[in-house]
């Protein structure tokens, strides 16, 4: 069983940072694949970002150049850097664990409670 705690969400201006955190605790399965979703109101959820355990990370187009994601595999933590933040970035993030089928991520290990992200122009 994992359990999967977010935090570091807000309410900030356009262009302005932030920095989400994901604790994990529990047994991870090795090559889990850590990923952020978010949520905008009115809107589906969308996989923002992946990272494997090795590091390797992929992103949704419109967060290109903005956003990285990271990991600290002695901390069992996850991390997004969200840089010149856009009122469209407004959303409820959550923070994942899971894998790849084939080139399909399922974030069937877990997910967090989800943290607000609420950028103001």
């Known amino acids: 069983q994992v359990q999967l705690v977010e935090s570091g969400g807000g309410l900030v201006q356009a262009g302005e940072s932030l920095r989400l955190s994901c604790g994990i605790s529990?047994?991870?399965?090795?090559?889990?694949?850590a990923g952020w979703y978010r949520q905008p109101p009115g809107l589906e959820r969308e996989l923002v970002a992946t990272?494997?355990?090795?590091?390797?990370?992929r992103y949704t187009d419109s967060v290109k150049g903005r956003f990285t994601i990271s990991r600290d595999n002695a901390k069992n933590t996850v991390y997004l850097q969200m840089n010149s933040l856009k009122p469209e970035d407004t959303a409820v993030y959550y923070c994942?664990?899971?894998?790849?089928?084939?080139?399909?991520?399922?974030?069937?290990?877990?997910w967090g409670q989800g943290t607000q992200v609420t950028v103001s122009s």
């Open positions: 529990g047994i991870a399965p090795v090559g889990n694949v």
């Open positions: 994942t664990l899971g894998a790849f089928i084939g080139a399909s991520y399922d974030a069937y290990y877990g």
């Open positions: 990272i494997t355990s090795d590091e390797r990370t």
